[in-house]
């Protein structure tokens, strides 16, 4: 392990600690969670999501960070994804079971959803992630490409991002679908976001967000292997 790889993780570690140990921290952030649960969704994505990307990064090339990789833009896009995902979450998390409490093969669903665990919830949290992952998800990992490779091709600055206009029709022109297709949608929403995110939704409401950030890690492990493949093609 070389000494860049401890530097990431005593800073994890040195990230995560305090809310272990310190009480009072905790409850703080239990506090704020709950009363601006989108200002939190912006700062836990800006920050466990980019660190996702510098893991692929790791992994792909040897580095963390590199010229044009734009770590300050990144955070800021996953910041504003991050509320997005958080809205999307709610309304899948309440909108799902309200509709299929109407047949009675699902009834008690949306009750059971907010009590411990059981089959019903379990069975309630599988329909939301299919509904999120099969809806949503496509939507969301697309526009997360375009806005990467604005990044890239305006020199990975916030002001590079804002100054020069986004070409959403060269750039989703440019876009291997192939792989976009046959690896990103394919396979890593049915045998990865699917059952990661029914784990997602069976956890309590106010850990269902950072839980789901915290999956952004996962996310740039699944970008620097589908960036790969797009070098091999």
């Known amino acids: 392990m070389k000494k860049q790889d401890l530097l990431a993780l005593l800073g994890v570690a040195l990230f995560f600690a305090p809310f272990f140990i310190f009480q009072d921290l905790y409850h703080g952030y239990e506090k704020v969670n709950q009363q601006f649960p989108l200002l939190m969704a912006f ?3 800006a920050i466990l999501a980019t660190f996702g990307e510098m893991l692929g990064l790791r992994i792909r090339t040897g580095k963390y960070n590199m010229p044009h990789f734009g770590i300050p833009p990144r955070a800021l896009i996953w910041g504003i994804l991050g509320i997005w995902i958080a809205i999307a979450m ?15 093969a699902f009834s008690g669903i949306a009750e059971a959803m907010g009590g411990d665990f ?9 329909c939301i992630s299919v509904m ?3 809806t949503f998800a496509p ?3 697309t526009l997360h490409k375009i806005t990467d490779t604005h990044i890239a091709q305006t020199g990975g600055t916030i002001i590079g991002f804002f100054s020069k206009k986004l070409h959403f029709t060269q750039i989703i022109a440019s876009l291997n679908w192939k792989v976009q297709w046959s690896f990103v949608l394919k396979k ?11 784990i997602t939704f069976i956890l309590p409401a106010n850990f269902q967000v950072l839980f789901a950030a915290l999956l952004g890690v996962c996310l740039g492990v699944i970008l620097s292997i589908a ?4 070098s091999e093609n």
Do not use: D, E
């Not at 059981?118 to 599988?126: D, E, I, N, P």
């Not at 960036?227 to 797009?230: E, F, S, Y």
């Open 227 to 230: 960036a790969r493949k797009h």
């Open 132 to 134: 999120m992952n099969t």
């Open 118 to 126: 059981s089959c019903l919830k379990l069975w309630g949290a599988f």
């Open 188 to 198: 890593t929403i049915p045998l990865f976001w699917i059952p990661a995110h029914t």
């Open 139 to 141: 939507v969301f990992m």
């Open 43 to 45: 700062v836990k994505f």
């Open 90 to 104: 709610g309304v899948f998390r309440s909108g799902v079971p309200a509709y299929l409490s109407r047949f009675q």
